[in-house]
């Protein structure tokens, strides 16, 4: 018989599901003053045209590609996302992922491959696991931030030369082949229009903030390509509407094989999505994102940018900074940047056609300039030894090998450099009986000869257990050992195991150990493996003070000393 449905799990989790969709409460203040929102929108469609087009580019499925992205993903998590501010599209992060899925799977293994991590994305919202991002250790982000950038930079090797027909399985590869080939056959023409774009974004950028240079600086190369008949490569045809792609890669074969990728995908935008939200909650007034949300948003995203041709998106950093300085208030302006793009696909495909895709990769090289922050990577090489080797290690994986593997090494690197350091942290530190409890004089010398009292500090797990053990096994000519626990923080199997061993080896050589002070949570592991289990009753006793532990210690020793009297 079926257990009947429980009423209060129900409404929980109807109450967690209505938490992931939009309110008209938050579309209210945009439509009563929509100004600001649409000026900033407009702002942050001009800056991100001309890296759509050029992400697009990168990842070898097309500029349209990556307008397309930028356009469904945009107007889909502005309305679903957690953020107010978010603006989503395609990123340099996600390039980086895709290329070797393209290169192994082909187009449409990457738009199954965006439907699928759409899917995952939705299933990590609706379980909450958006607050996890927090835990995520900032040596690891700054290193595959700086290793992203580095990865991009090589990326736009070819199309900054001229370059065709570079080969390398890996993006460093293929740049140095790059290289080579521009050596052999060198054209200053192509890396002059790269070097100029992306002079005139930096230079500009520093001087005037506000005004779009990477749009500014694409159509000068694009004007001066034209009047002075320049012979580099174009974007090329662009479609001047949004079209569905075939479908017929979902057979199951190829579903399976994509999983993994799938998975990557989806774990990076999860992260750059949650990045981007919280950074964009420390630039704007009163904002704060709701994670589970912009998981939701960003997977419904993910679900609808394939459908049209799109790639994989992610909430961009860059573009949500612009988005909160040109003054945006709600999620109108990244809704009004989406619906700007698609204008200009419609009416002006023509002209983005004749974009040189060295004006592009100029783009993307001043971007990655742009992504280095290196105030933070020098505060963190300050911070300590540790945290330097957690970031060059993440730095190095990933221009290296790939994203998810280096995310992967780096959480690992710190998780052992945090154990090292709790590790450490935890001693056993011998306490004077006199500070613990009141004792007359002529006991005094009794307890001192007979009774020695020790204070753990800290985790006694896996970690730190063993230098535990050789402390405590070195104690000798005495009765009686007091272990007072109420500092300890956590005890895991082994420290339970190795605590018993140490207790069982004191025993041996006829010495009593007591436990004072140990918390109930501490007790249970002991006792499941058995410390208290022994054939004498009065062998190990567990005390809730110090002092009476002292007093039943004192009873030993009297009793002892007038059995030998």
């Known amino acids: 018989m079926a257990e ?8 929980e989790t109807l109450t967690a599901l209505s938490a992931l969709l ?16 649409l000026l900033s929108g407009l702002i942050v469609a001009l800056v991100a045209l001309p890296l759509a087009l050029g992400f697009g580019v990168s990842t070898g499925l097309g500029a349209a590609a990556g307008l397309t992205t930028a356009i469904i993903a945009g107007v889909v998590a502005a309305i679903f996302g957690g953020s107010r501010f978010q603006v989503s599209g395609p990123t340099g992060a996600m390039t980086v992922v895709l290329v070797p899925i393209v290169a192994e799977y082909g187009p449409t293994g990457v738009l199954a491959v965006g439907l699928m991590a759409g899917v995952i994305l939705l299933a990590l919202a609706v379980a909450g696991i958006g607050r996890a991002v927090r835990y995520m250790p900032a040596p690891v982000i700054e290193g595959f931030t700086a290793g992203i950038a580095v990865v991009i930079a090589l990326q736009q090797f070819p199309a900054a030369l001229g370059i065709t027909d570079a080969e390398g399985e890996k993006v460093w590869q293929s740049a140095f082949d790059a290289v080579r080939s521009f050596v052999s056959q060198a054209s200053v023409l192509t890396p002059a229009v790269a070097v100029a774009v992306a002079v005139l974004m930096l230079v500009g950028g520093r001087l005037a903030p506000k005004v779009p240079f990477s749009l500014v600086a694409v159509v000068a190369a694009t004007v001066a390509a034209q009047l002075f008949d320049f012979d580099i490569a174009r974007i090329g045809t662009i479609p001047s509407s949004l079209s569905a792609p075939s479908l017929s890669f979902f057979h199951l074969g190829d579903v399976t094989a994509l999983v993994a990728p799938a998975f990557a995908v989806a774990a990076l935008a999860a992260l750059e999505s949650l990045l981007s939200a919280t950074a964009a909650d420390s630039m704007g007034v009163g904002a704060r994102h709701n994670p589970d949300r912009e998981l939701f948003g960003q997977g419904l995203a993910n679900i609808a940018a394939p459908l049209f041709g799109g790639i994989p998106a992610t909430g961009a950093i860059a573009r949500t900074a612009v988005n909160v300085r040109s003054g945006a208030r709600t999620r109108l302006a990244a809704l009004t940047h989406a619906v700007i793009l698609a204008a200009i696909m419609y009416s002006a495909a023509g002209l983005v056609a004749d974009i040189p895709l060295a004006a592009l990769a100029g783009v993307l090289l001043a971007t990655t300039v742009r992504m280095v922050e290196t105030a ?52 056993v530190e011998q306490v004077p009986l006199d500070a613990l409890d009141a004792v007359s004089t002529e006991e005094e010398s009794l307890l001192r000869e007979h009774i020695v009292a020790y204070r753990i500090d800290g985790a006694l797990f896996f970690g730190a257990a063993h230098s535990f ?39 041996h050589r006829r010495i009593t150990v007591l436990i004072s002070a140990a918390k109930p949570e501490h007790l249970r592991p002991l006792e499941a493996l058995g410390v208290f289990t022994t054939k004498d009753d009065d062998a190990r006793r567990v005390f809730d003070t110090t002092p009476q532990a002292i007093a039943y210690a004192r009873t030993l020793v009297t009793e002892a000393t007038t059995h030998r009297g």
């Open 22 to 37: 939009p309110r008209w409460s938050e579309w209210k203040p945009a439509f009563r003053a929509p100004g600001a929102d």
């Open 4 to 11: 009947p449905a429980n009423p209060t799990r129900t409404s």
């Open 376 to 427: 933070s990577i020098r505060a963190i090489t300050r911070a300590g030894r540790g945290d330097a080797v957690v970031m060059v290690a993440t730095f190095l994986v990933t221009v290296v090998f790939d994203l998810v593997t280096a995310v992967a090494v780096g959480v690992g690197f710190a998780a052992v450099l945090a154990l090292r350091a709790v590790a450490r942290s935890a001693r």
């Open 469 to 507: 053990l050789l402390e405590l096994a070195d104690v000798s000519d005495v009765k009686v050992v007091i272990l007072r626990m109420s500092r300890v923080t956590t005890i895991d199997a082994t420290g339970a195991s190795v605590l018993k061993d140490t207790i069982t080896e004191l025993e």
